[in-house]
């Protein structure tokens, strides 16, 4: 396992489309693992595979309710909406308040490529469509309804993290 280098914003990769997984082979496995543990590094709640300069539809998230990976992951649920502060890896720094959905239903294969189902609220809802939208070029910034950093500028360093 091995921490990769994090895109930040700017760099092309974080505005292309990410394509399917179509056979799940080591490689993803050790990507997955090497994501994981580029995370769990830099204090992130979530790492979609273009951040790491990889175009592949592959996530993981770990919302405070343990690792959870995803291999193209596709929305087929969303209920009720909320609006939270934001934050990601590839836009160190910054905060920015984003509506969300309050809860998702996503559908992925896991890492054996078993068909899975993972339901999130709050927080993990939240980083569900931030790393999904990654993987669509998207970023957080770009549905930005008010940019916060300056209220967590001094925060920051204590809180914990929920950069994705
Ligand atoms: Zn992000």
Do not use: F
């Not at 930040?8 to 082979?25: N, S």
């Not at 309050?102 to 993972?118: F, H």
Request: proline share 4%; net charge negative; with cysteine.
């Amino acid at each position: 396992m091995a921490v990769r280098n994090i895109m930040l914003e700017g760099e092309e990769v974080l505005r292309k489309h990410a394509h399917p997984v179509d056979r799940i082979t080591r490689r993803i496995r050790v990507l997955l693992d090497d994501m994981a543990e580029t995370m769990y590094a830099n204090d992130g709640a979530g790492l979609a595979a273009p951040q790491v300069g990889i175009l592949r539809r592959v996530v993981v998230i770990d919302a405070g309710e343990g690792l959870i990976e995803l291999i193209n992951p596709v929305i087929v649920e969303t209920e009720g909406s909320m609006v939270n502060p934001e934050g990601c890896l590839s836009i160190p720094g910054r905060r920015c308040t984003v509506e969300r959905p309050e809860r998702v239903v996503v559908e992925a294969l896991d890492r054996n490529g078993k068909p899975i189902r993972v339901e999130g609220t709050g927080l993990l809802a939240m980083a569900l469509c931030h790393e999904l939208d990654h993987l669509d070029g998207i970023l957080y910034t770009d549905k930005m309804i008010e940019d916060v950093t300056d209220q967590y500028t001094n925060e920051a360093q204590e809180q914990e993290e929920t950069e994705s």
